[in-house]
């Protein structure tokens, strides 16, 4: 079976690092949201004179938002239809809302859950701090807008997302990233994506 596995959580709780380390074993589109449309809302959030970084303001919520996501949901529907396993790795909260989505990734994939195993694990951790350690550990000028408003993002360390998808609750996991990514704790992630 195909595998399509969301890496979900909040900024700074380690999504890509934790993807990127099962990515080594499992060969996979590797699809971050950030990368995949983070130049281009950039330069239209400059372009409209607003904060490049601010993922948060209205303009982004009702102009940007949906577009960003739905670009990485058609470049992941590319992947499978060619026959691709795929990582996609952002929040997803309100897609993880809509029961109906998953469903229509897969069709529009040709394809359905006999065929595609899909899981979601969910990238929490129990120390702020490490959170703001690694947000201004990577040293990307968008989290620069995270770090000037904290206070937002660190009630939301160990937010576990409302998941409506028909899928067993057993492809769903939640995965505390707090300490170290020991090798113990890559192979739990190896065993849970199968």
Partial sequence: MQKLVFFVGVAGTGKTTVARKLSVDIPAA???RD???GRFVEAI???KGLDK???DSQFYKENLRDLEYDTAKDVCIENLAAG???FMISPFT????????????????GLDKERVDVKVVVVTLQDMGMQKARIVGRQTERDQWKLENWGDFEKRVDFVPTINW???ASSILVFDNSGELTDEKVEQLRAFIG
């Fill in 30 to 32: 590797f699809l971050d």
């Fill in 35 to 37: 990368t995949i449309g």
């Fill in 45 to 47: 959030l400059e372009m």
């Fill in 53 to 55: 970084n601010d993922r």
């Fill in 84 to 86: 691709q396993n795929v």
């Fill in 94 to 109: 309100a897609e993880l809302r809509n029961k109906a989505w998953i469903e229509e990734v897969l069709a529009a994939a």
């Fill in 166 to 168: 028909d899928i067993p």
